[in-house]
């Protein structure tokens, strides 16, 4: 449970270096240029290779192997669920057959094609977001939706959200420790059971916390409006960056678009 709670910490996002002291509106606007560059890609090889400079983004901000790795598994699966089930469902060319018993599945040309498209594209705005919050604590991004005029609900609700996700996940942690002890997670049953029983625990406890948050909140002089921060002006050095990131993605992704539509 420990590695699974490192996976949320933003402390690598604290550490000094030049990313980190960029201003954090320059930082998501070019996460959000980034996301529209692998959305409007229409070839998997740019997403594909920013998803992998991402994966060595976070290697060089000192982020241990494993954990990097833990984050972008999940992407990974998911990716790969999608490419699966669109090579089998989507098209009529059948480019590859295979014989299960009885049973012949074949892979279409067309579903092939547009589950590698999907998927690199899944890979790429993810490696875009784990990249975002490596360098950008998480105060910051709230204070830059703030600034983005984001509703002002929305933020107090992701801004609560993350902050009780570490509670709960510490309970959680608890919970585990002590069913393992109980030989809770001896045999694949009893394993189930336990996990069951943990999840509709921390739903409950959730929920309590919930009441529990509110009238502290109300004790507190509460009264619907959450105070927020200001964000400092930003400095030329940061429109510069911006600039120069910008001109540097376009050039990049009309660049290698235009090579691949002539290859």
């Known amino acids: 449970m420990k590695h699974t709670v490192n996976l949320f910490f933003d402390f690598f996002s604290r550490q000094d270096h030049w990313a980190r002291r960029l201003d954090v509106r320059v930082k998501m606007g070019i996460a959000v240029v980034l996301f529209a560059v692998v959305l409007g890609s229409t070839h998997c090889f740019l997403p594909l290779m920013l998803c992998s400079v991402a994966f060595l983004g976070l290697c060089c901000l000192r982020i241990p192997f494993r954990i990097a790795i833990a984050r972008f598994l999940p992407s990974w699966v998911v990716a790969f669920v999608l490419l699966v089930l669109q090579a089998f469902v989507t098209g009529q060319t059948v480019a590859y057959t295979w014989e299960v018993g009885h049973w012949t599945l074949a892979i279409k040309q067309e579903g092939l094609e547009l589950g590698l498209l999907q998927a690199s594209r899944i890979l790429g705005a993810v490696g875009v977001l784990l990249l975002l919050g490596s360098v950008a604590p998480a105060h910051e ?3 830059g939706l703030r600034w983005c005029r ?28 002590a069913q393992r002890i109980r030989l809770g997670y001896g045999r694949a049953r009893t394993a189930v059971a336990s996990a069951g029983s943990l999840l509709g625990a921390v739903m409950v406890r959730s929920i309590e916390q919930s009441t529990r948050t509110h009238e502290a909140m109300l004790a507190r002089g509460y009264t619907g409006d959450y105070p ?20 540097l993605i376009l050039c990049l992704y009309f660049g290698i678009e235009k090579e691949v539509i002539l290859w």
């Open 228 to 247: 927020f921060g200001q964000l400092k002006r930003m400095a030329k050095r940061d429109y510069g960056v911006f600039i120069l990131a910008l001109v």
């Open 141 to 143: 991004l709230f204070l």
């Open 150 to 177: 984001f509703p002002k609900v929305w933020v107090e609700i992701a801004l609560l959200m993350y902050r009780y996700l570490f509670v709960f996940l510490d309970e959680a942690s608890e919970l585990l420790d």
